[in-house]
């Protein structure tokens, strides 16, 4: 019996955070280690082009970066075809005859991308290739035929958009070449878009507002230390808010289920009174430190040698291309174009 197939990756603009950790790269590794799936994994370079044409080597440098994480983070390129998106050619063909199927309107009206437009003020200035990257993206999910895609939930209107690309082709075409897929998403719902350790809604490296998978001890704890609470809790004695209080956001977040008894008697105490700002985040450390401390050693392990990363790159983008070509040879028949075959 054929297993179903897992596609999932992440665009390389730069090292990898913990909002990408528990949105996906978590669930990915353990999906992984179930061995119920064909699993690819790839990192999105030409996706990161579309904003980011004009600096190319920031998308080289953070490609390593990303092989890094994913490493560390506890992927297996033994049991995860791990590959490079521009090294698949065949996608970028797939993406041409998809954008014959869904109209401008209908890339306009996709929430995220909306969203996205926004949060870099591209104004009027949109890069046609940013614009349509829900169309690359359906192309690199229906490459590999795949039942499942683990996303954040903030990506539910792109799993949605290939699903229509799907069913507008095999519906043209009078086949069912493509597979519809279905999105994974995290089941902790806190942790689905992981806010910054300033309160804004995003984690980014342009905000400064991150942890990454990176970093150090010190660091860690340094961000751990300048996280936003309760403004309003100036003084120990002072009854303070959970809500919209970072500590204890990443606190849900974080926390196992043995630590559950002493999270909930802390936002107790915090919320009568008596509880600083400082011992919450001492503990929230060492929460942060548990999950990410080995991680952070697997990472300098495997940065000792780069060589070793670049030859696991290019075996898994040599296997996923295989897989591609075979896709895209499939899509040309139902379409009448392969020609001379």
Sequence with gaps: MTKPTILTGDRPTGKLHIGHYVGSLQNR???QNEEKYQMFVFLADQQALTDHAKDPQTIVESVGNVALDYLAAGLDPEKSTIFIQSQIPELAELSMYYMNLVSLARLERNPTVKTEIAQKGFGESIPTGFLVYPIAQAADITAFKANLVPVGTDQKPMIEQTREIVRSF???YDCDVLVEPEGIYPENEAAGRLPGLDGNAKMSKSLGNGIYLADDADTLKKKVMSMYTDPNHIKVEDPGRIEGN??????DVFGREEDQADIQAMKEHYQAGGLGDVKTKRYLLDILERELGPIRERRLEFAKDMGQV???????????QAVAAQTLDDVKSAMGINYFK
């Design 310 to 320: 670049y030859d696991m790159l290019k075996k898994g983008s040599q296997a996923a």
């Design 170 to 172: 095999n519906h043209a």
């Design 29 to 31: 590794v353990r999906l």
């Design 246 to 251: 970072m500590v204890f956001h990443y606190l």
